[in-house]
């Protein structure tokens, strides 16, 4: 009986298995046929759309959420669907990497390129008036960035933090090109209203170094210009600042020649050295500006040296007159006191009194020389001759002509002394046809009328004559 029934459940069991198979089975082909009867449907649906459109062969509107692509390995390469800002669209490699999307960002388009490693390398998009272009390294982080608004174009380089390093840029109606450290122009090259222009800054600090096209140089420290070098049409200027931004030296040069002042700290030029059309030179001012010193070329071509007071007045001055070197010396006032110079004979010193009269004279003479102190040309004053092979002679003068005269011969020392007239009148010294001294005594006539002398044999002797000289008598011990 126990047998019996293990049978049948056996059995059942069996019945129960070929029925679930034979369902399975059934549910499958019925999968197959709605899948066949699917694809009959949408075939039938895509040839009716044919049909209907016999005039083209192109489907006008298909619409779906979502657009995907696959390769032959049934992995997706690229999808297109609806995201925030509107439609997007992803491409993948063959390594499943996603490489490029594009899309909307809500202000424009947005344009993405990924490398493999998922790093963005290359973005394009649109901003809120303009478009701007980033190029990336390896690590993903913009390296290049382009960008354009109303005032023109921008490329610039930058850093890590997205620090500007370099730039190339459109501003308004000029261009730019800038490179430095971060964020810190340190050379740029720019346009301005007369031509191009070439700025170069220190690391740190502000000022540097500006070359406009137009012809000029300034080197700035802060906001203080130490040097300018500038040309133009008539020629090329330098000036040099100290650092409280006052000129100090100023060069310019043109056609006639060329010029170069020191000033002070009020900017008066204390020192100029110059080439002109008419000469060069050197001149010196004093803090109030006034010329005190001068050095160059004179009227005549020759070197002139000048000195002044402190008021401008002229009171010395070096140069070259007719015959040779000049050199004269005035009083504050200007009057002309002292001046030298030469001639053919030799040197000639003058001083002049305050009437600027010639009161006192040494001069060379030939072979020799003369003071004289006196009046000219009155005549009066005291006069000393010394020539090489003559008669060293003092002489003072009267109105009328020399009144005294004292000589040194070769047998000794000789005093003439001189009536109104300039006649000769007493004669005393060392005689000169005997020994000793004589004295001799002369009528208006210049004729001897007495002579005191000495004898050949040194005894005293006394001779007086008459008025014609003929009649002598003679007085000896």
Same mark, same amino acid.
């Given at each position: 009986?126990? *047998? ?28 197959? =046929? ?15 759309? %044919? ?24 992995? $997706? ?32 388009? !947005? ?29 993903? $982080? ?63 600090? @502000? ?8 012809? $000029? ?14 040309? !133009?049409?008539?020629? #090329? ?14 060069? +310019? ?6 010029? %170069? ?16 059309? *008419? ?9 109030? &500006? ?11 071509? #020759? ?19 007719? +015959? ?16 030298? &110079? ?33 009046? @000219? /040309?009155?005549? +009066? ?11 060293? +002679?003092?002489?003072?003068?009267? /109105? ?9 011969? /070769? ?5 003439? =002394?001189?009536?109104?007239? &300039? *006649? ?10 005997? /020994?000793? #001294? ?21 005894? #005293? ?13 003679? %007085?000896?011990?």
């Amino acid at each position: 009986m126990q *047998t019996s029934e293990s049978s049948t459940a056996a059995a059942v069991e069996s019945r129960l298995a070929s029925l679930e198979t034979a369902l399975r089975q059934e549910r499958c082909r019925r999968r197959r =046929l709605e899948r066949v009867v699917t694809a009959a449907g949408l075939v039938v649906a895509v040839l009716g759309a %044919l049909a209907a459109g016999r005039a083209s062969s192109v489907v006008e509107v298909v619409q779906t959420r979502r657009l995907e692509v696959l390769d032959q390995s049934d992995r $997706v390469v690229l999808v297109a669907t609806a995201a925030r800002h509107g439609g997007r669209v992803d491409i993948w490699d063959d390594a499943q990497a996603n490489v490029a999307r594009l899309g909307a960002n809500g202000v424009g388009g !947005d344009l993405s390129l990924f490398d493999r490693r998922g790093h963005r390398s290359f973005s394009a998009f649109s901003a809120a008036d303009a478009g701007r272009l980033e190029i990336s390294g390896a690590d993903g $982080v913009p390296a290049v960035i382009a960008t354009a608004d109303r005032r023109g174009g921008r490329v610039a380089a930058v850093d890590g933090d997205g620090r500007e390093l370099a730039r190339l840029a459109g501003d308004g109606e000029i261009g730019v090109v800038a490179a430095g450290v971060a964020n810190r122009d340190l050379v740029v090259l720019d346009a301005t209203g007369p031509g191009g222009r070439m700025t170069v800054r220190p690391a740190e600090g @502000e000022g540097g170094a500006i070359l406009e096209g137009r012809g $000029v140089l300034r080197l700035d420290r802060g906001a203080r210009r130490l040097v300018r070098l500038a040309a !133009d049409e008539s020629g #090329g200027t330098m000036q040099l600042t100290d650092d409280d931004g006052r000129p100090r030296i100023d060069v +310019t040069a043109n056609d006639t020649g060329g010029l %170069l002042e020191v000033r002070d700290d009020r900017g008066t030029p204390l020192v100029a050295v110059g080439i002109g059309a *008419t000469g060069s030179g050197v001149r010196v001012r004093n803090a109030e &500006g006034v010329g005190v010193a001068a050095m160059g070329v004179d009227a005549g071509s #020759g070197g002139g040296i000048a000195i002044a007071a402190k008021d401008g007045t002229r009171v010395g001055g070096l140069g070259v007159g007719e +015959t040779g070197g000049r050199f004269t010396l005035a009083g504050l006032d200007g009057r002309a006191l002292i001046d030298a &110079g030469g001639d053919g004979d030799g040197g000639r010193i003058e001083v002049r009194d305050a009437e600027e009269r010639t009161v006192a004279t040494i001069a060379g003479a030939g072979n020799g020389g003369r003071i004289a102190v006196g009046l @000219e /040309p009155a005549g +009066t004053g005291i006069t000393l001759d010394a020539a090489g092979t003559g008669t060293p +002679t003092i002489s003072l003068l009267a /109105p009328g002509g020399r009144a005294v005269a004292i000589a040194a011969t /070769p047998s000794g020392g000789l005093l003439n =002394l001189f009536d109104a007239t &300039g *006649t000769l009148a007493v004669a005393t010294g060392a005689a000169i046809d005997g /020994p000793g #001294g004589v004295m001799s005594i002369r009528n208006e006539r210049g004729i001897e009328v007495v002579r005191v002398g000495t004898t050949s044999d040194d005894r #005293g002797l006394v001779a007086v004559s008459d008025a014609t000289g003929g009649r002598v008598r003679r %007085l000896s011990p």
